[in-house]
């Protein structure tokens, strides 16, 4: 009976990881799409410059969002449907949108102020067409955080169809704009911007019909206050996040040159089919865990150890289907990048080790505890901060990508031996571990210079096809299990 029930829960998820990754698809999909047309119009510096301009406005979406995103987000399920319980919604809502917003355009108006300033700090030997990124990056952050903010409302109360039209729309104009911008009119890294900006306002626009229900003229100190003390750690959780993800792209601007970024930029592109899976599902996790540990805390400690190695498993294949065959996909996507291939597998270990974080972190979301998501994920930037200023200037983007699989790594370990402590869940540690082993030296052979393509593809055909098996062999993958997963 519990094990029925436990694979109808998780059956739910997997269905909610599906319809919210195919709903943010399209923003994802046009970064892979435009990344053969974009590295045939841009030359290493000017896709370096994209590169900085996109970790930018990264960073300071992060900063604005002071944490109220995810703090909005378990405040909303404090609350219940009924009568009172709407109101109460609607004042977390209201507060939470109001303070991003206001933070949002005053961080924008500055960058807009001392526009020559950042552009020193952000680009090598800045020009006027510099300086205007830094005014395109301003202008997308409170577009973003709008858009943002309204998916993440509609995901909350479960609008699967309007969190779909949002992000497919506006991913199909920056899909369209783009390009257009860049090849008929000539305008070079910033029609790229200009783009998603376009993105951003049509996917705004639409999400701010849809959260109008929600929104009131309203605003609780109290409600800020609670959600501050929840969500405020998760600021410099994002910030160390961030130096992993980030902030090597300017060590390697200054430490090894814009060549090597702009092949680093590349390297990370392939790796994007891994961030898409896993925004579909943590777009899904958050409020499926959260409402289930509400209803029935056994099952949702059933479901959460279950799915960790489920999810494993997923980017598993995945990191080992793209590791063997980044050389082809680069040579076809973009061909003048001769080196982008040797980073890629350091960065799916590290993106992999990242999307098994926010299943191990749940335990301290639920317990209120995320001051030590502070702690460990600025331990791990730390270490990568660190490696990345012994391993850049000698081996460049390589080294980058082994300190961010490292930094990553470090996180993941602590996150999982510091919930365990908190929260203990019955996660499957030998199978997670058994992935891994396989993973690893399969993903390996990507790197080996092959006598000629048809060898290459022979050799990686055959290793693809016997990874998924070795996972049924030694049990990772129960037959018996997956079929009654299929059957229902």
Same mark, same amino acid.
């Given at each position: 009976?519990?094990?029925?029930?436990?694979?109808?829960?998780?059956?739910?998820?997997?269905?909610?990881?599906?319809?919210?990754?195919?709903?943010?698809?399209?923003?994802?999909l046009a970064?892979? %799409?435009?990344?053969?047309?974009?590295?045939?119009a841009?030359?290493?510096?000017?896709?370096?410059?994209?590169?900085?301009?996109?970790?930018?406005?990264?960073?300071?979406?992060?900063?604005v969002?002071?944490?109220?995103?995810?703090? =909005?987000?378990?405040? =909303? =399920?404090?609350?219940?449907?009924?009568?009172?319980?709407?109101? !109460?919604?609607?004042?977390?809502?209201?507060t939470?949108?109001?303070?991003?917003?206001?933070?949002?355009?005053?961080?924008?108006?500055?960058?807009?102020?001392?526009?020559d300033?950042?552009? #020193?700090?952000?680009?090598?030997?800045?020009?006027?067409?510099?300086? &205007?990124?830094?005014v395109?990056?301003?202008?997308? %952050?409170?577009?973003?955080? +709008? +858009?943002?903010?309204?998916?993440q409302?509609?995901?909350v109360?479960?609008?699967?169809?309007?969190?779909?039209?949002?992000?497919?729309?506006? $991913?199909?104009?920056?899909?369209?704009?783009?390009?257009?911008?860049v090849?008929?009119?000539?305008?070079?890294?910033?029609?790229?911007?200009?783009? &998603?900006?376009?993105?951003?306002?049509? $996917?705004?626009?639409?999400?701010?019909?849809?959260?109008?229900?929600?929104? #009131?003229?309203?605003?609780?100190?109290?409600?800020?206050?609670?959600?501050?003390?929840?969500?405020?750690?998760f600021?410099?959780?994002?910030?160390?996040f961030?130096?992993?993800a980030?902030?090597d792209?300017?060590?390697?601007?200054?430490?090894?040159?814009?060549?090597?970024?702009?092949e680093?930029?590349?390297?990370?592109?392939?790796?994007?089919?891994?961030?898409?899976?896993l925004?579909? =599902?943590?777009?899904?996790? *958050?409020?499926?865990?959260?409402?289930l540990?509400?209803?029935?805390?056994?099952?949702?400690?059933?479901?959460?150890?279950?799915?960790?190695?489920?999810?494993?498993?997923?980017?598993?294949?995945v990191?080992?289907?793209?590791?063997?065959?980044? #050389?082809e996909?680069?040579?076809v996507v973009?061909?003048?990048?001769?080196? +982008?291939?040797?980073?890629?597998?350091?960065?799916?270990?590290?993106?992999?080790?990242?999307g098994?974080?926010?299943?191990?972190?749940?335990?301290? *979301?639920?317990?209120?505890?995320?001051?030590?998501?502070?702690?460990?994920?600025?331990?791990?930037?730390?270490?990568?901060?660190?490696?990345?200023?012994?391993?850049?200037?000698?081996?460049?983007?390589?080294?980058?990508?082994?300190a961010?699989?490292?930094?990553?790594?470090v996180?993941?370990?602590?996150?999982?031996?510091?919930?365990?402590?908190?929260?203990?869940?019955?996660?499957?540690?030998?199978k997670?571990?058994?992935?891994?082993?396989?993973?690893?030296?399969?993903?390996?052979?990507?790197?080996?210079?092959y006598?000629n393509?048809?060898?290459?593809?022979?050799?990686? !055909?055959?290793?693809?096809?016997?990874?998924?098996?070795?996972?049924?062999?030694?049990g990772?993958?129960?037959?018996?299990?997956?079929? +009654?997963?299929?059957?229902?």
């Amino acid at each position: 009976m519990m094990v029925g029930r436990m694979r109808k829960h998780i059956l739910r998820l997997g269905h909610d990881s599906l319809i919210y990754g195919l709903g943010s698809v399209g923003r994802r999909l046009a970064g892979i %799409i435009t990344l053969p047309l974009y590295a045939r119009a841009f030359g290493p510096k000017e896709f370096a410059n994209l590169e900085l301009a996109v970790a930018t406005y990264s960073l300071l979406g992060g900063v604005v969002d002071l944490g109220l995103t995810s703090a =909005f987000v378990r405040s =909303f =399920f404090d609350y219940g449907k009924d009568r009172e319980g709407i109101r !109460g919604r609607r004042l977390v809502v209201s507060t939470s949108f109001s303070v991003i917003f206001g933070s949002s355009f005053f961080l924008a108006t500055a960058l807009v102020v001392f526009r020559d300033f950042a552009a #020193r700090v952000i680009f090598v030997h800045p020009g006027e067409a510099e300086i &205007q990124l830094v005014v395109l990056v301003a202008a997308m %952050i409170p577009l973003g955080e +709008a +858009a943002i903010l309204t998916a993440q409302l509609m995901r909350v109360c479960n609008e699967r169809r309007s969190f779909v039209i949002s992000t497919v729309v506006g $991913s199909v104009i920056t899909l369209a704009v783009g390009p257009v911008l860049v090849f008929g009119l000539h305008t070079g890294v910033q029609g790229v911007l200009v783009g &998603q900006l376009a993105g951003f306002i049509a $996917s705004a626009a639409y999400g701010a019909v849809i959260a109008r229900r929600w929104l #009131r003229l309203r605003f609780s100190r109290t409600r800020l206050a609670e959600m501050l003390r929840y969500g405020l750690p998760f600021l410099p959780t994002a910030a160390a996040f961030w130096a992993l993800a980030l902030l090597d792209r300017f060590m390697i601007a200054r430490l090894s040159g814009l060549g090597q970024l702009g092949e680093y930029a590349v390297a990370n592109r392939v790796t994007a089919p891994i961030p898409l899976i896993l925004f579909g =599902f943590a777009t899904a996790y *958050s409020p499926f865990i959260l409402q289930l540990w509400k209803e029935n805390r056994e099952m949702e400690l059933a479901v959460r150890g279950r799915t960790l190695t489920y999810v494993t498993v997923v980017i598993a294949c995945v990191a080992v289907a793209l590791s063997l065959f980044a #050389r082809e996909i680069i040579a076809v996507v973009a061909p003048s990048y001769h080196t +982008a291939y040797k980073a890629v597998g350091l960065l799916l270990l590290g993106i992999g080790s990242y999307g098994l974080c926010s299943v191990i972190a749940a335990g301290m *979301s639920i317990t209120r505890k995320t001051y030590w998501n502070m702690l460990f994920s600025g331990i791990g930037a730390g270490v990568n901060l660190g490696l990345n200023f012994l391993l850049i200037p000698a081996y460049g983007m390589i080294g980058a990508a082994a300190a961010t699989a490292v930094g990553y790594g470090v996180i993941t370990l602590l996150y999982y031996a510091n919930a365990q402590r908190i929260y203990r869940t019955p996660y499957e540690p030998s199978k997670i571990l058994a992935t891994v082993a396989l993973a690893i030296p399969a993903g390996a052979l990507g790197l080996v210079a092959y006598p000629n393509i048809a060898v290459a593809l022979l050799v990686k !055909g055959a290793v693809l096809l016997a990874f998924p098996a070795a996972l049924v062999a030694v049990g990772i993958i129960p037959l018996q299990r997956l079929r +009654a997963a299929v059957t229902g």
